[in-house]
């Protein structure tokens, strides 16, 4: 496998795949004593701004941790709140998409969800697919390392079924199975609220990311702090190992 060339890291170059960890809801409503549904709603006014603000700046791919397949554990009151926030941001945005020429990609195992809002996806990912614009990932019921083993099942289907090699098994062809495969490599992670952990989020894919943790709650990241965070991206030196 060739090694892959470090890029000039000169302030200002712009990642082409940026995922974010959507962090800090419910602190943004608790610090206003207000429910968690009021941080939620704003989470998702700062998807609209920051989407719109990554398009902007130039960034190919914008992939979203809204809902991990870790947080069926939350009170089912504010899971049903989260899948209504959802629905009203599919059917408020989905013609803005159209018009930009977004599409909408959704990772994850989304079909877990109710019936009426997995069509509402099916229907959006339909409209935006033949786009050929920046793309909008949302991550939907996803966790990593359920992500990682289901590839592994496949592969391993193949090697069974006879028309895959163990010895073919290498990182691209791994990569070639995860839900990402035809999305750029992950140049940046950026978690909000202070946390700095990963959360079983783009597990594989941020091997070689780089990864910023910010102490802004995510209701309040905006246009300037996803532009600071470009420009910080921008000052680092990406080496891939090498020197």
Do not use: C
């Not at 602190?27 to 398009?55: C, M």
């Not at 935006?128 to 793309?135: F, K, L, M, N, R």
């Not at 098994?169 to 609220?193: C, G, K, M, N, W």
């Amino acid at each position: 496998m060739a090694a892959r060339a470090a890029p000039a890291a000169e302030p200002g170059i712009v990642p082409r795949h940026v995922a974010i960890i959507m962090d800090g809801n419910g602190r943004w409503a608790k610090a206003r004593f207000l429910p968690r549904i009021a941080g939620h709603r704003q989470g998702v006014e700062a998807v609209r701004r920051v989407s719109r603000a990554a398009r902007a700046a130039g960034i190919e791919v914008l992939t979203l941790y809204a809902f991990s397949s870790e947080n069926w554990r939350r009170p089912e009151e504010e899971i049903s709140d989260l899948m209504g926030l959802l629905r009203h941001f599919l059917s408020s945005e989905l013609d803005d998409l159209v018009a930009e020429g977004v599409r909408l990609r959704v990772i994850g195992d989304y079909h877990r969800l109710a019936p009426d809002l997995v069509r509402m996806i099916d229907q959006a990912i339909a409209r935006t697919t033949a786009h050929a614009g920046p793309t909008l990932v949302i991550a939907l019921n996803y966790g990593s390392q359920a992500e990682i083993a289901s590839a592994a099942r496949r592969l391993a289907e193949q090697v069974a079924a006879g028309t895959l090699a163990p010895a073919d098994i290498d990182e691209d062809r791994f990569a070639a199975a995860l839900a990402t495969q035809d999305l750029p490599p992950l140049d940046l992670v950026i978690r909000t609220s202070g946390e700095q952990r990963l959360s079983n989020f783009l597990l594989w894919q941020a091997a070689y990311a780089e990864l910023l943790f910010i102490d802004t709650l995510w209701p309040d990241f905006d246009e300037a702090a996803l532009n600071d965070a470009l420009r910080q991206y921008g000052r680092r030196q990406r080496r891939f190992g090498g020197l």
